[in-house]
């Protein structure tokens, strides 16, 4: 079954540098979720999109922005980057009509701020 | 405001015996609950859920939790741990009604099974 696709995997930055984060979610599903988890932590909730429209949003920067387009993939913007920015991000998806959600976690984007 | 409690940083546990990971929550309303796991440099993987019904609830790779409504607990158990069960175990509440909203998770449990 296809599953929740992030990439890149991997990603090295430089201070003050930008970065942008995608994600695919499961065919269908219609809800994006965005977490950040430092070293040792747990997830931290920073933002939810449910049909392209913002609808939930955590401890998201300023510095960060997201969206979701029409074909339900999402994108995480990071300017300024910080070096405790980097963390894995990684984003989940699910079904609204299904009932309560059960969400489906990609792999991960692991960003390394140098 | 929602929130879960996992008192254990870590478990310890030999391989063949049973495993139990513990969780706590506090949460308005009739929780829905959840355990996922997490390899190294994965994502969260979903385990199992709890959202009605029988409080014993039944997921993948064996794995089981119980849902205590008297002592707001949901303790993830496994009767015979296996080497490959070592990983970071969350779990997480989120509160019933009013459409999708954020998950909250708790600070995890990092499970070793010993060989």
């Known amino acids: 079954a296809a599953g929740v696709i992030q990439s890149p995997r991997h990603l090295i930055k430089e201070k003050r540098e930008t970065a942008t984060l995608k994600c695919y979610p499961i065919p269908r599903h219609d809800t994006v979720y965005w977490y950040q988890q430092g070293p040792g932590q747990d997830p931290q909730f920073l933002i939810s999109?449910?049909?392209?429209?913002?609808?939930d949003k955590g401890s998201i920067p300023d510095r960060f922005s997201a969206q979701q387009f029409s074909d339900y993939h999402s994108e995480l913007n990071m300017s300024s980057l910080e070096l405790g920015d980097s963390a894995l991000y990684f984003c989940?998806?699910?079904?609204?009509?299904?009932?309560?959600?059960?969400?489906?976690f990609g792999p991960g984007t692991r960003l390394t701020v140098l | 405001a929602q929130s879960v409690a996992q008192p254990e940083d870590q478990v310890n546990v030999a391989e063949g015996n049973p495993l139990t990971v513990k969780c706590t929550y506090s949460?308005?309303?009739?929780?829905?609950l959840f355990w996922y796991v997490q390899y190294p440099n994965r994502g969260l993987q979903f385990l199992l859920k709890?959202?009605?019904?029988?409080?014993l609830v039944k997921g993948s790779y064996g794995f089981e939790a119980e849902f205590n409504k008297s002592q707001t607990s949901f303790h993830l158990k496994k009767p015979s741990a296996l080497v490959s069960d070592s990983a970071l175990y969350f779990c997480?509440?989120?509160?019933?009604?009013?459409?999708?909203?954020?998950?909250?998770f708790g600070t995890g449990t990092k499970l070793q099974v010993i060989p």
């Open positions: 997480a509440v989120r509160p019933p009604s009013g459409g999708y909203q954020k998950v909250t």
């Open positions: 999109f449910y049909e392209k429209m913002q609808s």
């Open positions: 709890y959202i009605t019904g029988d409080n």
């Open positions: 989940a998806s699910s079904l609204r009509l299904a009932g309560p959600d059960t969400q489906y």
């Open positions: 949460v308005s309303g009739n929780p829905y």
